[in-house]
């Protein structure tokens, strides 16, 4: 187990939540569950209580804790990707599994975690600064997922 990981607390779908993550993403992949030894408030004994995860090769532990908390802004993981492919692969995987479209790049998987599905290209533009920057960055604040070729036709002029 690593020495710091990230706790994601889900009402009762964390090893569903696991799967669908190593699925999806690159160095990602599903470890152990460990099941209730007894009854809790949230479960019965036997029920997935954890799950040992990674996204991305970030080590995650998925809490199946009920429904006293909800996942909110706070808190995403932020995926850089390459190309438009790779961003719409992304993108279409969280959002038509049940997950849903925020703004400037940002999703919700069904499960209510934020990801903010960023293109190198957007990163770049941003960096760059001055007046490349603020055209892409006007151009980002009107999209949903990010469209590649326009923030490369706004940062040129």
């Excluded at 808190?75 to 719409?88: G, K, L, R, W, Y």
């Excluded at 499960?111 to 892409?136: F, H, Y």
Aim: glycine fraction near 10%; charged fraction near 25%.
């Amino acid at each position: 187990m690593a020495k710091n990981t990230i706790c994601l607390w889900y009402d009762k779908d964390a090893e569903a939540a696991a799967h669908f993550y190593s699925e999806t993403f690159p160095d990602s992949a599903v470890g152990a569950a460990y099941r209730a030894p007894s009854d809790y408030p949230a479960g019965k004994e036997g029920d997935v209580l954890t799950v040992e995860f990674t996204v991305v090769g970030v080590p995650c532990i998925g809490l199946n804790g009920g429904s006293a908390f909800k996942h909110n802004e706070a808190f995403s993981f932020q995926i850089a990707t390459d190309d438009q492919e790779e961003t719409d692969r992304y993108w279409n995987a969280i959002v038509g599994n049940g997950g849903q479209e925020s703004a400037c790049g940002w999703c919700k998987d069904k499960w209510g975690v934020s990801w903010q599905i960023t293109p190198r290209a957007l990163t770049e533009a941003l960096a760059a600064g001055g007046d490349q920057a603020k055209r892409a960055f006007d151009t980002m604040m009107d999209m949903k997922k990010i469209d590649i070729a326009a923030i490369e036709a706004a940062r040129r002029g």
